[in-house]
């Protein structure tokens, strides 16, 4: 059973966008924070990129993305965006998004259920 799925990968060069997409199930999504996580290749380990409350009131993000990247929900669809504006390089990796329970964390523990990600290339 397939609990949550990204979609919106792509390759594109850097300065462009992307909005990445995670359809979950309804008892997946619901009261369910959701989070998005990136691991760059080589085998770097996987980290937290952005999260989103279930009400919105919380969102989350990570240094490096903060003023490029929007997370945003629409709960009547069960469905998370990344918005991913002025891509750079070192952005590129597998995105994975999660969800999990109460509040979303700034970590990549704690979190129940994982898509299986889509792959973001930028290239220079």
């Known amino acids: 059973q397939v609990l949550l799925a990204e979609s919106g990968g792509g390759s594109v060069q850097a300065g462009a966008s992307l909005r990445l997409s995670c359809v979950a199930s309804?008892?997946?999504?619901?009261?369910?924070?959701v989070g998005w996580f990136r691991q760059a290749p080589g085998g770097k380990e996987r980290e937290f990129v952005a999260g989103i409350s279930y009400t919105s009131a919380t969102e989350l993000y990570a240094d490096s993305v903060k003023g490029r990247f929007t997370i945003f929900r629409d709960n009547a669809e069960n469905t998370v965006y990344l918005q991913m504006n002025r891509l750079k390089p070192e952005d590129t990796g597998l995105y994975y998004c999660?969800?999990?329970?109460?509040?979303?964390?700034?970590?990549?523990?704690?979190?129940?259920?994982w898509g299986q990600g889509t792959q973001v290339v930028v290239s220079s």
């Open positions: 999660a969800s999990r329970r109460g509040l979303p964390v700034e970590s990549n523990v704690g979190w129940e259920h």
């Open positions: 309804a008892r997946t999504f619901n009261a369910a924070a």
